[in-house]
T-cell receptor, first 116, second 112 residues
Framework: ETGVTQSPTHLIKTRGQQVTLRCSSQ?????VSWYQQALGQGPQFIFQ???????GRGNFPPRFSGLQFPNYSSELNVNALELDDSALYLC???????????????FGPGTRLTVL | AQSVTQLDSQVPVFEEAPVELRCNYS??????LFWYVQYPNQGLQLLLK??????LVESINGFEAEFNKSQTSFHLRKPSVHISDTAEYFC??????????FGQGTRLTINP
């Protein structure tokens, strides 16, 4: 059974650029959640996708957007990058009905984004 | 909105000593609580969770946590720590039906 994988592992961008981060969910999981973890902080929920539909969103601006594909892999897109977007971006997958968060979320290793 | 407070940002202990990492939550409804561990340069791994039933939950590596509704706490304990337990520990609560709300984390440092 393959765990959650994310790519790339590290990324450096400049302010104003756009970035796409990718996540492959664990086999059999239909729900993907994205979190932003700033240095020294706990992860903060960005949004969740269940069966290709957005199923909840945290307090992030619209320039943070996402997609989920039929194979349940997912992308996180961030436009007009700002310095404060520098963080570890974590993807988590889970299985269950209607994207309930009582299902255990399994996290990937994350993508470290640095915005200069 | 639910929130989680981890009362200690750093906890240094000696190897083989006991440790308690404190977590308090705010909620007026049913709660589902989790402890995750993050080793250096890695993602989060589930340590244990409380959904219902017995208020004492255990992990396979010797950690346990007790759900205390009257004190709104979910403290994590281990009777004897090892060097390999050095990591960041996050307490989290489910909010609504979609997301985990995490505390700020507690850095556990084990000294030989």
């Amino acid at each position: 059974e393959t765990g959650v994988t994310q790519s790339p592992t590290h990324l450096i961008k400049t302010r104003g650029q756009q970035v796409t981060l990718r996540c492959s969910s664990q086999s059999g999981h239909n729900t993907v959640s994205w979190y932003q973890q700033a240095l020294g902080q706990g992860p903060q929920f960005i949004f969740q996708y269940y069966r290709e539909e957005e199923n909840g969103r945290g307090n992030f601006p619209p320039r943070f957007s996402g997609l989920q594909f039929p194979n349940y892999s997912s992308e996180l897109n961030v436009n007009a990058l700002e310095l404060d977007d520098s963080a570890l971006y974590l993807c988590a997958s889970s299985s269950g009905t209607s994207g309930r968060n009582t299902d255990t979320q399994y996290f990937g290793p994350g993508t470290r984004l640095t915005v200069l | 909105a639910q929130s989680v407070t981890q009362l200690d940002s750093q906890v240094p202990v000696f190897e083989e000593a006991p440790v308690e990492l404190r977590c308090n939550y705010s909620s007026s409804v049913s709660v589902y609580l989790f402890w995750y561990v993050q080793y250096p340069n890695q993602g989060l791994q589930l340590l244990l969770k409380y959904l219902s039933g017995s208020t004492l939950v255990e992990s396979i590596n010797g950690f346990e946590a007790e759900f205390n509704k009257s004190q709104t706490s979910f403290h994590l304990r281990k009777p004897s720590v090892h060097i390999s337990d050095t990591a960041e520990y996050f307490c989290a609560v489910v909010q609504g039906a979609q997301k985990l709300v995490f505390g700020q984390g507690t850095r556990l440092t084990i000294n030989p």
